[in-house]
């Protein structure tokens, strides 16, 4: 073992500086590899069944089926507004698919096993930028496939997917200044992501007060100049229309309307304030700083090893080789901490605080992490050459440990549900295919949870669904609050007028009910308990011995039925309670 030692060091940390260097080619290779093996098992399970939908895509994806039938959700205030919030880049990608006769939903599907070669790519270079080793490049490679399949941004196929592409694309461009693909890149993020923007005009900033403050041994050229002067001058532009062009569904919702509505409570719908101060400013999905350690692998946190590595460059010889470029990082973490900030200052205006933080930190741990841990093998390996009365021993040692972390790398999705991305699968095909078979103008009236995988399974309109309930802005979230309120007083009235009135205001065809809808503390089971000035009289009414007109008629009206859900036909109701 000790006379192969030196082999092993040797191809371990074998310099490239080029993509196309030997060496290079196999470990990018290799990269692309796991990119399309974790990718393609994401792929497998979400070909699994015909219903079959990733979770955010139920919000993002389902009204892009009427790029293939221009019939379908008429007058569908949901589909409407989640139109309205569609960047214009993602639009136009899922419209030319679907020109070419591609499902949305198929597309999306495939679209993050694209996503996912493409980040690896970039990320692959990245590392190569800041410490010339391939092995180190397959290595970040790998980490950062394993959070992005351990995670719902990419696997969603929505617009959140494309912030790894773009992003790690727009740290390769700034490290490489290859100004066109760098100004490309922040145009198409304004296209896709158009946070990411934000991000990346603020690494120019960073990048334009080396001038502003003359740092020594920190040159500032003329290519310089033009790479940030004009790619934040794109970042305006793209910006603007945004900032400038009102949303068809109100203002966003202000920070004091938001402390007032529970959904914004712990267990709503959009929760976002905590009684956990620690989990509120760093863990949480939605308001917290760092990512949710459960999913990242444990080697991600000797990414916190790398500033003792510098400090300690004598015991870790690999620190020489580590480029000024290194931080980078560090940039990117101060620019992703003052957006956040900012968004939490303005909260919503911004969108979510998260978001600034936690995609550039997978991407950072990922790279630090890579970086580090090929640096502490690497100085495993100088230690076990040395000459010493235990060399063998120290041989043994070295191989050992450093093999130890190499399969802890390899073997971290066998640790976990892997891969991970949040698909839906529809339980009840035999309904899906029964509101399929409705015309594409129907309505269906419901607050069951089954009411969010309509619109994605069947291309049917939903009065109201919990996965639709998003409270970011006013004018569509009212008008939601109004449908889901109607909702409730008609399924639990006894009064025929009040069904009559939401019947035909809406345009109610169907009714779909659980079977236990009738049941005093169904509701306060169900999402709709947040709502509970509507809800607590109706429950009142129920353990009072009240009879709903849906309850009484749902016999000679029902249409479908399974174990769990009934369906009646909205005017047969009206039909029959007229007749008796």
């Known amino acids: 073992m000790h006379d192969r030692l030196p082999q ?127 092995v180190a490049g397959f290595t ?79 040159p500032f050229t003329r290519r310089d100049a033009w790479l940030c002067g004009v790619g934040i001058g794109i970042a305006i532009a793209v910006m603007l229309p945004y900032l400038l062009s009102p949303s068809d569904y109100g203002p966003v919702v202000s920070l004091a309307e938001a402390r007032r509505l529970p959904e914004f409570q712990a267990g709503g719908r959009a929760e976002f304030f905590r009684d956990s101060t620690a989990q509120f400013w760093l863990w949480d999905g939605r308001s917290g ?51 956040y900030g900012l968004a939490h200052l303005l909260l919503y205006r911004l969108h979510l605080p998260s978001r600034y933080t936690q995609h550039t930190l997978r991407i950072g741990l990922s790279l630090a992490a890579a970086i580090a841990l090929i640096t502490l093998m690497d100085a495993l390996l100088h230690w076990a050459e040395q000459t010493h009365p235990h060399q063998r021993l120290r041989s043994i040692v070295g191989v050992m440990v450093s093999g130890a972390i190499a399969l802890a790398l390899l073997l971290f999705p066998l640790w976990v549900q892997f891969p991970r991305v949040g698909y839906v699968t529809g339980a009840y095909p035999d309904l899906y295919t029964f509101f399929s078979q409705q015309p594409a103008d129907t309505m269906i009236a419901s607050i069951a949870d089954e009411a969010s995988n309509l619109p994605s399974f069947s291309q049917r309109s939903v009065l109201t669904a919990r996965e639709y309930g998003i409270p970011y802005h006013t004018g569509y979230y009212d008008q939601f609050v109004e449908r889901t309120t109607a909702v409730l007083q008609a399924q639990y009235s006894d009064d025929l007028d009040i069904v009559r009135t939401v019947t035909e205001t809406y345009g109610i065809d169907f009714w779909l009910l659980d079977r236990h809808a009738f049941q005093a503390d169904y509701l306060r089971r169900s999402w709709v308990w947040q709502y509970d000035d509507v809800v607590r009289p109706i429950q009142r009414s129920l353990r009072q011995g009240s009879r709903p007109i849906l309850k009484t008629l749902h016999q000679p009206c029902l249409v479908f039925e399974n174990s769990s859900l009934l369906v009646l036909d909205a005017a047969c109701v009206l039909e029959q309670g007229d007749s008796t």
């Open 8 to 134: 092993l060091h040797k191809g371990l940390i074998t310099q490239a500086t080029r993509l196309t260097q030997g060496w290079c080619v196999l470990w990018l290779g290799l990269s692309f590899l796991v990119a399309l093996l974790f990718g393609g098992l994401a792929l497998h399970q979400s070909l699994d069944s015909a219903y079959v939908i990733q979770d955010d895509a139920r919000q993002h994806v389902f009204w892009m089926r009427r790029f293939l039938d221009a019939d379908l959700f008429p007058n569908d205030v949901i589909a409407d507004y989640f139109q309205s919030v569609a960047p214009k880049g993602y639009t136009a990608l899922y419209r030319g698919a679907a020109e070419l006769g591609l499902d949305p939903v198929l597309l999306s599907k495939i679209v993050p096993l694209i996503l996912g070669v493409i980040t690896t790519g970039y990320c692959f270079g990245i590392c190569l930028e800041l410490l010339p080793l391939p």
């Open 140 to 218: 970040a490679s790998l980490l950062l496939n394993q959070i992005i399949w351990t995670h719902d941004d990419v696997g969603s196929g929505t617009p959140r997917a494309f912030v790894y592409p773009l992003l790690t694309a727009f740290l390769y461009y700034l490290l490489k200044r290859s100004l066109l693909p760098c100004w490309i890149t922040i145009l198409l993020q304004g296209l896709f992501y158009p946070q990411t923007v934000l991000i990346s005009a603020g690494l120019l900033a960073v990048q334009g007060l080396r001038w502003w403050l003359r740092v020594p041994h920190w």
């Open 289 to 339: 700083i760092l990512p949710r350690a459960g999913r990242l692998s444990p080697l991600l946190y000797a990414a916190l090893l790398l500033p003792l590595m510098a400090w300690r460059s004598r015991w870790f010889p690999l620190c020489q080789h580590i480029q000024p470029k290194v931080l980078i990082l560090l940039q990117m973490l101060g620019v992703s901490l003052v957006w």
